[in-house]
């Protein structure tokens, strides 16, 4: 219906169109001269107030080069529809429009944002408004064709505004306070009608009936629902009429899950009215709702063998699965005013059995002794069993928007798939964004062909020589011994070779490609290289035992993360089920013992992001733990930034925003917290009891409830748009991937996907990562990004080529590291300053085609782990709970009641950082507390993921060396060291001390140097005896060695 | 061409960050030319701003807490009047507490110099130079209604994620002029409400980091309290370690052929030799006169701390410090007046209230005032309305903060709340409009200084922030 404002508003607006064009008088202004006229005054006002208002406070941010939210106020149409937010203008009703609104509003929604407008200008557009916003349309370049704002399902709330009238009933499960499992003896109603249900007790009059159960984590979902069993019901008083007596018009909802029992025959649900045995086959005398369990199927029946039903085998979904069964009914005859709606789709037919015929027009006549019942509130009435959530009846029939609204409403509220809901979320991509080259699946490149067999070690040469070759570049020649020895074992271990292992590979008679693979093999045996290679892990997940931001709280248990990813690295664990135990471990069928145990505190992963525990507003700091979820998977697992399309359709990769809130319902369908309403009582830390084990207190997420949460448009979930169904990325995932149906949150299958081999990202992401880490710079050198503002492969083929063999291999790690280290190009030399190496560097200064081996520094870790053992004080013992216990030993107890929740007090320069012995990945991990000792030789900052570490140079790290007491502890350690071993004189010493730190036997002109400084600095102003002086002497040599270049950078 | 195997980004602040990341930065700089032969391979070098700027470094006054905006430098007489009364339109959505009725403020105002501008009686000070400070009422701190999330959007722009630091940013875009000290000092910070992530570098290199000496727990300490800057050894020792030390390296640099970071680490000890000696004379406070010490209130009483901490950013200012950051923080000072009002914002003006106006007359009369950006900031204000009978709430939908020096005008008022202080009405300044001006100020274009990070160019501002042009003199 055309409301007449707006019949007026097209009447004036085709008059102004008639004279704006300057013609004779045409109809519409014939017919109303005297509405013409009045409109000339309103257009001169438009003309002279509003639009100038508009213009000049609007304009900036609404206009023709910025439409913030979509809104513009420049072009009538534009104005007139409104922006993300909603229509902007109610023709001739200021108090309704946005527009009023927002210029009015105080706080975040005042418009303009900075700088109120003036009273004046309010009520001039108050004015313009309440005239029924008069704007002549304009030809030419005005003349509006506007980008549509998308169309999305409203969501409308049984009690919103248009429906609260007809609302009759609204019961929720959600609102009763009732404990777990116990007895619902009244359920009130939310409608504000009072027509609350109780059993024989209260309002009603008459019947029987036993409670049903209140169920919090029901079928439904898993939220709260009413659980019903035979005998079980609930009724209302007859006095109170849900007004759906005699011929009623009406809508009934029901959000539930049943069960199919065959011991009855018919099972009621809800019934109004008198569906007893009434001798009146005349006329349907209720509104029953039953399940037929022969044929399994819904009715509506009207008593008497009145039925209007879903048909034969309707009900087997109900059975199956949640469900919003919405049933509408108009007046007259029953079987053709009924109709069915199931999730959101109507049933395909409506099967009559009314015996008369269709042409019986009901007469519901209301019981003496209740009104309104649920399952069984008479001893004849059969009752069934099942989960009900809410039960909705309206007093007429919905529209068709309506409905679609409320299925909204409640599709979201209760998990329920509702497919139409979808549609809108489905993209499609063109050819370009699908064949994009890292969506593409892995197909493993034949070897290429190379002349020189001699230079080929490992299948990968071929790949690196034959691009070299392209360029006419040449391999350098292979590192000598030494070189490699220290290479491949700070590379695999973390540490330096002992002069025993370097003396044994110097001897080892075999060929150089035997011998160091030998040395591998022991090195890839080793807990060490564990230890070592899941620091690089622990960067890429952003790991740390504190959750930063305000509370900064310690997290008691996530050395057991941290234990678990060494564990996993060291018994060569496959990375797919690597991956899949940190995503789901939580949700593995068939783990037992300590697998179970393993499984379940891999998926700390989830937990370690940062945490804003006093965040005011809860399910926006839920929603920005999700936002980390997401970038740690995104990130670490595929190499894609996500992240990026949480505002906005992703800038440079096929990822709409869709798609980042179909992935952020399947995470939010995850609980890190332990109480909804109270971030800071704690996140998830509880007692895992397996079988056969003792229980261990772990840090994991669990199993919230299947979420379906909107896309929030620019990010911000008060603005919400199309539906997100949990899934996976679209443009990989393909035509035809559909939403999931998992009762789970949907991580399982999510992890699965992730770790499948057909998944073209996370296998090429693996071996670059490792590749990366090998040779200091990815073959995709942006390694946590291989989207398209990452930087192409150097060796699409190489790289093609080791994530094939990788998953061939079984995903195996420390294969993939054979494959890589045992081979001509990581044994090549740094070549120096020769002259091949000044062609080759003109040719690629970046060594992208790896005609070299680059110098790499040692990273922090490995910094600190050297100088220990260099001075012989390195503590191997593994792993433990030594961190943990530290941090919450040490953390403030501020709230005896929540004494688990303690702020970290542990600061960056705390001695247990410079005592403790230990390798650092042992070490405490603190957010916004790192030590200095590794903060300074850029450890990676745990508040991000570090996909590759910086490499700074500056001042501070050398006044780290020349003063901290760690660097002149352990150079007196090693002093001492030196100088109580048989050595036989000062040369021998000198050289041990040489061997000790860099590898290498000293030069004689460095003995005679290092002689000559031990010289002066015994005959120097140090006080003492001559044993303490020379201890001295030796402690500030031993300093200047962990100071050099070679002992911090590697060949 | 063999440049085209790889398509070189000869973008300059991408190629430094690249030298700053270390890798390949033999290979970059052979790409730059002079330009990066200039800029070195220090991060740290002093960097060309986009266009003249007029502060050449900042020094940052940070009110931890949340400082009443209401009872200080926003005058609202409608308050007063009605005082006890409700609130008359709808509250924030978000708040911290519960708050109550109107509760207007315990403090008068008094008129100051020749601007005539009112600020409370809590400041009589600052009062005397106000002819100096251009006083933004207008402030928005968005909907951050925690210390933590707070805290971070003003030291970083946004209040839960990991993002580098105002000052971080700064060094970045500008690099620092005195290489014996860090560029980024920050005087007492709190470990607490994002602790070092108020002043952290996040994914810019580490370098930019600030520097902090001492933290809201303790007293401002008398010396140099940056780390490991006490020699370990006597200097004569370290001398000559340095001279073995050299020499080896010198051999090695041979061997390995020229490597910029390498060559730069030689650099470094030697600056680490110098720095030894350069940060505790510049903290050496007894080389100022008497009259100064007197000046800024040191030598006992409530001013000394605050003090001898503005006395200090002078120096370090004067030494080329980049960026200097003074906090009154937690757990020690604190603004956080939920009750005791009167007591708590009475005790704190009185600590600060002289070395602020001592430090901007100091910078005057030392020719510095010209080029250093002075701010007096805080995370929000307080709640025009009542928490308790003597209290106020936290309140970042409107609050005030003072600017001066470098390049902003003296005397002004800038911007307007609502009749009670709750809402801003007039001239909103949000933080990345705060922090565009500061960048502005300094030089930089708070939209052409960006940084590459996961795929993305991160900016201070990220995609807001306007510059208030208004109040630049």
Known sequence: MVSPTATIATAVLSGVLACSAGGSAVSAADRKPDVRKVDAKKIEFFESKIRPLLLARCGTCHGAKKQERGLRVDQRQRLFRGGESGKAIEHGKPGASLLLKRVTARGDEQMPPKTRLKDSEIAALRQWVADGAVWPVATGAESSRGDDVDGVDEVIAPNAPELAKSLKLWLRADTLQVADGGEVVAWPDSSGRGHDLTITRGVRKAGTGTAPQLVKKSKVNGGPAVRFTHGNGLAASPDRSLGLTGDADFTVVLVGQYVHDTSRTYESILMVGNPGPARNPEKPLSILIELETGPKQLDLAGGFSHDASMGPGSAQVLYDQPNILIITRKKGPWTPGARFWLNGESSQQVWGRDPVGTSVVPDVQMRPEHGVALGSPQQWAAGFQGDLAEVIVFDRVLTDRQRRGLEAELAVRHGVEIPRMYLASTREFTDKEKNYWAFRPVKSPAIPKVADADRVVSPIDPFVQSRLKAVGLEPSPRADRLTLIRRVTFDLTGLPPTPKQIDAFLADGRSDVEALGVVVDGLLASPRYGERWARHWLDVVRYAESTANDGNAVMRYAWRYRDYVIKSLNTDKPYSEFVIEQLAGDLLPGKTGQARVDAVVATGLLMLGPKALAETDKEQSRLDIVADQLDVTGRAFLGLTIG??????????????????????????????????????????????????????????????????????????????????????????????????????????????????????????????????????????????????????????????????????????????????????????????????????????????????????????????????VSGRLDLTPGGSETGEFLYERGQVIDQKRPTFRPNRVRSDDPFYSDSRRRSVFLPVVRNAMPDILALFDAADPNGIVARRNDTTVPSQSLFLLNHPFVLENSRALATRILSSPAADETARIALAYRLAVGRSPRPVEVKRVSEFLAAEVAGETKGTPEEKRLVAWTGFAQTLFCRNEFLYLK | MPANLFPPLLHRRRALSRIACGFGATAAAAMLGEESAAAGVDPMAPK????????????????????????????????????????????????????????????????????????????????????????????????????GPACLRLNTGDGVLNRPSLGAWTLYGLGSDNR??????????????????????????????????????????????????????????????????????????????????????????????????????????????????????????????????????????????????????????????HGGLRANHSKNAMKIDQPIAALITDLKRRGLFDDTLVVLGTEFGRTPAAQGSDGRDHHPHAFSMLMAGGGVRGGMKYGETDEFGYYVAKNMVSIPDLHATILHLLGLDHQRLTFRHAGRDFRLTDVEGEVVREILA
């Open chain 1, 644 to 869: 990026c399309a949480r505002c906005h359709d992703h800038k440079f990769d096929s990822i709409p925003t869709v798609d980042y809130y179909s992935l952020a319902s399947i995470f939010r369908s995850t609980e890190v917290f332990q109480d909804e309403n109270r971030n800071a009582t704690m996140f998830q830390e509880w007692n895992l009891e397996v079988d056969g084990l003792k229980p261990v207190m772990v840090m994991a997420p669990v199993e919230y409830r299947p979420v379906t949460l909107r896309v929030h448009r620019r990010g911000d979930r008060k603005n919400p748009g199309v539906f997100a169904p949990r899934r996976f990325l679209q443009v990989i995932a393909g035509e035809g991937h559909q939403p999931l149906r998992t009762r789970q949150s949907g991580r399982l299958e999510l992890a699965r996907w992730i770790a499948s081999p057909e998944n073209p990202l996370t296998a090429r992401v693996l071996v670059n990562r490792v590749w990366q880490n090998h040779f200091g710079t990815g073959l995709v050198a942006t390694s946590d990004n291989f989207g398209n503002r990452g930087e192409l492969p150097s060796h699409p083929a190489l790289l093609d080529w080791l994530a094939a063999d990788f998953v061939e291999n079984g995903w195996s790690i420390k294969s993939l590291h054979r494959r890589i280290v045992v081979s001509n190009t990581y044994m090549q030399a740094s070549r120096g300053a020769t002259k091949s190496a000044a062609a080759a560097r003109r040719v690629d200064p970046d060594n992208r085609l790896m005609w070299t081996m680059p110098l790499e520094r040692l990273d922090a870790e490995a910094l600190r782990d050297a100088v220990l053992a």
């Open chain 2, 180 to 337: 014996d000290l860090p560029g980024f000092i920050t005087l007492t910070p709190s470990i607490y409400h994002g602790g070092t992530q108020n002043f952290g570098s996040a994914f810019l290199a580490a370098s930019f980091q600030g520097t902090s000496i001492g933290d809201g727990n303790a007293e401002f300490p008398r010396t140099a309290a940056v780390s490991n800057v006490v020699p370990g050894r006597p200097r004569a020792v370290q001398r000559r370690q340095l001279d073995l030390l050299a020499t080896a390296n010198r051999e090695y640099l041979v061997e390995t052929g020229a490597d910029a970071r390498l060559e730069a680490r030689i650099r470094a000890f030697e600056t680490a030799f110098r720095m030894q000696t350069a940060i505790p004379e510049v903290f050496d406070l007894s080389q100022e006169s008497k009259e100064t010490l007197a000046l800024y209130g040191i030598g006992g009483g409530p001013t000394d701390e605050y003090g001898r901490e503005c006395l200090m950013a002078r120096r370090l200012a004067e030494s080329g410090v980049r960026f200097i950051q003074v906090n009154h923080s937690y757990p020690r000072n604190y603004w956080d007046a």
């Open chain 2, 48 to 147: 060309r701003p986009h266009f003249v700027p007029r502060a050449k470094r900042v020094i940052f006054l940070f009110l931890h807490g949340g400082i009443s905006h209401v009872d200080t430098f926003d005058e609202k007489p409608e308050l007063n009047k009605r005082n006890g009364q409700p609130v008359p339109f709808k509250k924030p959505d978000f708040e911290f507490a519960v708050t109550g009725n109107l509760l207007g403020s315990p403090w008068k105002f008094h008129s100051h110099g020749q601007s005539g501008l009112r600020i409370s009686e809590l400041f009589p000070r600052i009062g005397s130079v106000i002819d100096d400070v251009c006083v933004v009422n207008s402030i928005s701190g968005g909907n951050e209604v925690s210390h």
